[in-house]
């Protein structure tokens, strides 16, 4: 910064924090697994147990080809509530947002992924300066992340990161701090940042 201050670097996950992963997901798999959509439940856990998922041939992984490869699933997926806008105004607050996400998971196809979720990130105006697809989100370095994986969570925090849970029903029983709504969670950031100084207004993402 300009100013000799240090950015505020902003590490956000996509599936389940941006995006409406499980709303998406939830008709495709429906397809996949040759039953009615309402069968279901909206609410899952984290390895889609309830859908039948862990048990169908070829399991999760084929699950997900299909859904990048025939339905473009990354590309389709709706943002969750707020998300834009606050991610916006974060930026405009001269946040660094640096977005985070493993969806990288099946080889072959990485491309298809990597200019999906480019698309999608553009069609939708989300503000980024570094796009960072990995498994080890603490590898990247970040001050602050937004993560959805009871996994991620527990990794990161073991790490010494500091983390907002952006809840869903795959993570009801993380500890707090959480965020219910994107409205929550831009509250909890930008209290984070200006409690460290680090806030610019003005400055953030392209």
């Known amino acids: 910064m300009a100013d000799g201050t240090r950015e505020f670097v902003l590490g956000v996950d996509l599936d389940g924090v941006c995006a409406d992963f499980y709303g998406g997901l939830r008709p495709i798999a429906a397809e996949w697994l040759e039953v009615d959509p309402a069968s279901l439940p909206e609410e899952v856990s984290w390895g889609l147990e309830e859908w039948g998922v862990p048990q ?13 490869t025939q339905h473009d699933l990354f ?15 974060l930026s405009k607050a001269g946040i660094r947002i640096r977005i985070i ?10 491309n298809r992924a990597v200019e999906q979720t480019v698309a999608w990130l553009d ?3 989300i503000p980024y300066w570094d796009l960072c697809f990995l498994r080890d989100k603490d590898a990247v370095g970040a001050d602050l992340y937004l993560e959805d994986s009871p996994a991620n969570v527990q990794a990161l925090r073991q790490r010494g990161c500091e983390v907002i849970v952006f809840s869903n029903s795959t993570n009801r029983d993380c500890a707090p701090p959480v965020a219910r709504t994107w409205e929550e969670a831009y509250a909890q950031v930008l209290a984070r940042v200006q409690a460290r100084g680090q806030a610019n207004p003005g400055g953030g993402n392209p």
């Open 56 to 68: 169908a041939p070829g399991g999760y992984e084929d699950l997900h080809r299909f859904a990048v």
């Open 75 to 89: 590309a389709r997926l709706c943002p969750l509530p707020g998300c834009p806008l606050a991610l916006r105004r």
């Open 101 to 110: 996400t493993h969806r990288l998971v099946i080889k072959y196809f990485h």
């Open 123 to 125: 069609r939708h105006g």
